[in-house]
């Protein structure tokens, strides 16, 4: 029995790696989980799963939860220490680090020394700080290995690679989210819920907005980097509208490898919870009669953002933190209505181009950097509204 600490429990992800849990009890045990407001939810977790322990940096939420739950035998802990503690337990075998955005760094840090296995979604952390999170992973022998269903494709098309000396190119797939087709000026009047309209994939706000920007397969790229140790030349993003190839692989003898199926983010979990086994769960069988599957470029006036990218992946250092930053900050503007979705990528270039970034990278440096953009593209954000 592998006992799993779920970081983020009542996001998207959370959900299905809950399913994929409850479908396989008999191999995993919620063991605790870490969440931020949604108290109903955590609620209902607690009464389907009865984690030991259940941890939020919410002092209401906390409050809130010790009311509702009084007769369950969930232990509740709300301070960073406690969390630490649980985080390094002995009896935890898997950390799932799912938290939203940059707020994910600092779990993901401490998970990367505990030389167990991180389930990793936060792309953000490995996007700011994979320069000091990889090697962290390396010397303290903590496997990672990712539940993006992208590099989770990958990996799996990677299961029978010697070296990395046979891989020619890796492709990565992006569907194109709800404005798939659109030039940036068609983009000036779209809306909050159009935006959030993802057609294939059901996910939170902040990646729904990245995947119609785009900006998520940008950070993709740059997840990628890090995970698989190749160069970004290796990389091509392509649009893929169906969501039914996740990635490529191309074999220097000319074989290529790509992972299929339908769009649903408890298959890439079941793969990685279970280290490439084959673990059963329910999922929708693909259909192949009927089935178009097509391809295109990256569409030409968003080069500029995989450019951007590219850059993050060659030049390292505190390059990946301004890129997160100022797109958070833009995407957050954009969910409060204070912006157009198209000034997400003035708000991106006028952030992050001429920017001074040293290449000095420690957790503080990235800290700093992190909350310097942010003041940066707060000014950028009040010069737009
Ligand atoms: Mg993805």
Redesign the pocket.
């Known amino acids: 029995m592998k006992n799993i600490l779920l970081l983020g429990g009542t996001g998207s992800v959370g959900s299905s790696s809950l399913k994929v849990i409850h479908q396989n009890k008999n191999e995993f045990n919620l063991y605790g989980i870490s969440f931020d407001n949604n108290v109903d939810r955590a609620v209902e977790i607690i009464k389907d799963f009865s984690p030991n322990f259940i941890h939020t940096n919410n002092e209401e939420s906390a409050k809130k939860l010790e009311k509702e739950c009084g007769n369950f035998d969930t232990q509740v802990i709300f301070n960073k220490d406690d969390l630490q503690n649980l985080i390094v337990k002995d009896d935890v075998d898997i950390i799932i680090s799912a938290i939203s955005g940059f707020a994910g760094l600092e779990t993901t840090m401490s998970a990367a020394k505990t030389g167990k296995t991180i389930l990793l979604a936060n792309k953000e952390s490995i996007v700011v700080a994979g320069d000091l999170l990889m090697p962290l992973a390396k010397k303290y022998n903590t496997s990672i290995i990712p539940i993006?269903?992208?590099h989770n494709a990958i990996h799996q098309c990677l299961a029978s690679c010697k070296s990395s000396k046979d891989i020619s190119k890796v492709i990565i797939t992006a569907s194109g989210g709800p404005f798939l087709g659109k030039s940036i000026g068609e983009l000036d009047t779209v809306t909050l819920e159009q935006a959030l309209n993802h057609p294939n994939w059901s996910m939170g706000s902040k990646i729904s907005i990245d995947s119609a920007s785009l900006v998520?397969k940008c950070l993709?790229l740059i997840e990628a980097k890090y995970l698989f140790d190749l160069q970004e030349s290796f990389f091509d993003l392509v649009i893929h509208p169906q969501s039914i190839i996740h990635s490529v692989v191309t074999y220097v003898d000319g074989s290529s490898i790509a992972h299929m199926s339908n769009p649903d983010m408890t298959v890439p979990i079941a793969n990685a919870l279970s280290n490439n086994r084959k673990i059963p769960i329910q999922f929708n069988p693909m259909d192949l009669n009927g089935l178009n599957l097509s391809f295109e470029a990256f569409p030409k006036d968003r080069l500029f953002l995989e450019k951007m990218a590219r850059d993050v992946c060659n030049e390292g250092g505190l390059t990946g933190t301004v890129f997160n930053a100022a797109n958070e900050m833009a995407v957050t503007a954009f969910l409060n209505k204070e912006i157009k979705f198209s000034d997400i990528y003035s708000i991106l270039n006028r952030t992050f181009n001429g920017k001074d970034m040293s290449k000095d990278i420690e957790l503080e440096s990235i800290y700093e950097m992190d909350k310097e953009t942010r003041k940066q593209a707060k000014k950028v954000i009040e010069s737009l509204t």
């Open positions: 993006d269903s992208e998520n993709e």
